[in-house]
T-cell receptor, first 108, second 113 residues
Framework: GIQVEQSPPDLILQEGANSTLRCNFS?????LQWFHQNPWGQLINLFY???GTKQNGRLSATTVATERYSLLYISSSQTTDSGVYFC??????????FGAGTTVTVRA | DTEVTQTPKHLVMGMTNKKSLKCEQH?????MYWYKQKAKKPPELMFV???????INESVPSRFSPECPNSSLLNLHLHALQPEDSALYLC????????????FGPGTRLLVL
């Protein structure tokens, strides 16, 4: 199956800082989603972004499908941004495969 | 409304018990999914239903039995589980299936004693 690698595995930020999370994948994809999992386990959709760039408030994402990577940008981070960020991709098998996640901790 | 609901939120069961997890969505989605997530790991796909028919079974043990009674409802029947089956069970749905946004429910935290 497709391999999905996320970096860094852990990220500690001071409130107000900016950061970039990366997702590399090993094959062509039909679907790429970024999720935020809060401490209670809820997976929240951030972006559906198989290609191109999208922005939603302080978050934006870019996927370069030809180079097989996606980036998630968090600007002016807040303590509520803490949690695990997952990249998930769907390849030829139509199954959503998740990366291992990036654990973000934002300190006040 | 992009809400998927799951009940119960928490479940504790013995290895000889039979229980069921329930998932519901009223977004008109025709694809529904069960995922299993162990602590500090990513979710792993278990089953996919497309138009109320099982389309993907990721070689899940038979002690997990999915059921899709109608297009809005997805159940996961549990029987004779093992302690290693303790996990967060997540349900998701999407409009028709492939190449679409999946929306996840809040999950059921299962503990098998």
């Amino acid at each position: 199956g497709i391999q999905v690698e996320q970096s860094p595995p852990d990220l500690i930020l001071q409130e107000g800082a900016n950061s970039t999370l990366r997702c590399n994948f090993s094959d062509s994809v039909n679907n790429l989603q970024w999720f935020h999992q809060n401490p209670w386990g809820q997976l929240i959709n951030l972006f559906y972004i198989p290609s191109g760039t999208k922005q939603n408030g302080r978050l934006s994402a870019t996927t370069v499908a030809t180079e097989r990577y996606s980036l998630l940008y968090i600007s002016s981070s807040q303590t509520t941004d803490s949690g695990v960020y997952f990249c998930a991709v769907e390849a030829w098998d139509y199954k959503l495969s998740f990366g291992a996640g990036t654990t973000v901790t934002v300190r006040a | 409304d992009t809400e998927v609901t799951q009940t119960p939120k928490h479940l504790v069961m013995g290895m000889t018990n039979k229980k069921s997890l329930k998932c519901e969505q009223h977004m008109g989605h025709r694809a529904m999914y069960w995922y299993k997530q162990k602590a500090k790991k990513p979710p792993e796909l278990m089953f996919v239903y497309s138009y109320e028919k099982l389309s993907i079974n990721e070689s899940v043990p038979s002690r997990f039995s999915p059921e899709c009674p109608n297009s809005s409802l997805l159940n996961l029947h549990l029987h004779a589980l093992q302690p290693e089956d303790s996990a967060l069970y997540l349900c998701a749905s999407s409009l028709q299936g492939e190449q679409e946004t999946q929306y996840f429910g809040p999950g059921t935290r299962l503990l098998v004693l």
